[in-house]
């Protein structure tokens, strides 16, 4: 099947600071890529719609000042995460939907504030 | 997205077959039924998907029923590795982004 890669796969920052998590698409074009977040024992939530060329769609409650979203091209959207708090360590994950309309997942990354 | 309710929790024997059931009644006759299985720690992974024949590929096999209200989907011959939670996700449009819900976690044991 089609391959999402999500870089970092882990990533410690300090309180305050920015992360950016880039995910791609490597063998397809994405128009489209949604991000997730998900807490410990808990299903995913959506966070944002990723759309190349525009501006993302934020699910609500999602503070879109906070989690910055860009899809400058195709096969690359990047997700900021600025001025991270504890609160915000999670499992953060993309995916992107390919021409057969199956969505595919990256590998996660996991996101630790202290 | 169509609401679906599976068991919170199922145990499977090793080699056997686990199947897991799903219950979307509100479904619509356009929908598909999408199935994803997540292994801790990792992004949720395709498995299969049908709109209303039964499929099968090299990973599970889906049987529908014939009013599309129900799925379930087997996995022939269960090993350790396909202990994961298992999402049964019905979108409303086949392109749209895909809501979780709890999913069934499977326990294969030796």
């Known amino acids: 099947g089609a391959v999402v890669s999500q870089h970092p796969s882990w990533v410690i920052c300090k309180s305050g600071t920015s992360v950016k998590i880039e995910c791609r698409s490597l063998d397809f074009q994405a128009t489209t890529m949604f991000w997730y977040r998900q807490f410990p024992k808990q299903s995913l939530m959506l966070m944002a719609t990723s759309n190349e060329g525009s501006k993302a769609t934020y699910e609500q409650g999602v503070e879109k000042d906070k989690f910055l979203i860009n899809h400058a091209s195709l096969t690359l959207s990047t997700l900021t995460v600025t001025s991270a708090h504890p609160e915000d360590s999670s499992f953060y994950i993309c995916s992107a939907r390919d021409q057969t309309e199956k969505l595919f997942f990256g590998s996660g990354t996991q996101l630790s504030v202290l | 997205d169509a609401k679906t309710t599976q068991p919170t929790s199922m145990d499977c024997a090793e080699g056997r077959a686990a199947n897991l059931p799903c219950n979307h009644s509100?479904?619509?006759?356009?929908?598909?039924v999408y199935w994803y299985r997540q292994i801790h720690s990792q992004g949720p992974q395709y498995i299969i998907h049908?709109?209303?024949n039964n499929e099968t590929n090299e990973m599970a096999s889906l049987i529908i029923t014939e009013d599309r209200k129900s799925s379930t989907l087997i996995l022939p011959h269960a090993t350790l590795r396909d202990t994961a939670v298992y999402y049964c996700i019905v979108p409303h449009n086949a392109g749209n982004m895909l809501t979780f819900g709890g999913g069934t976690r499977l326990m294969v044991k030796p």
């Open positions: 049908g709109l209303k």
């Open positions: 509100t479904i619509s006759g356009n929908e598909y």
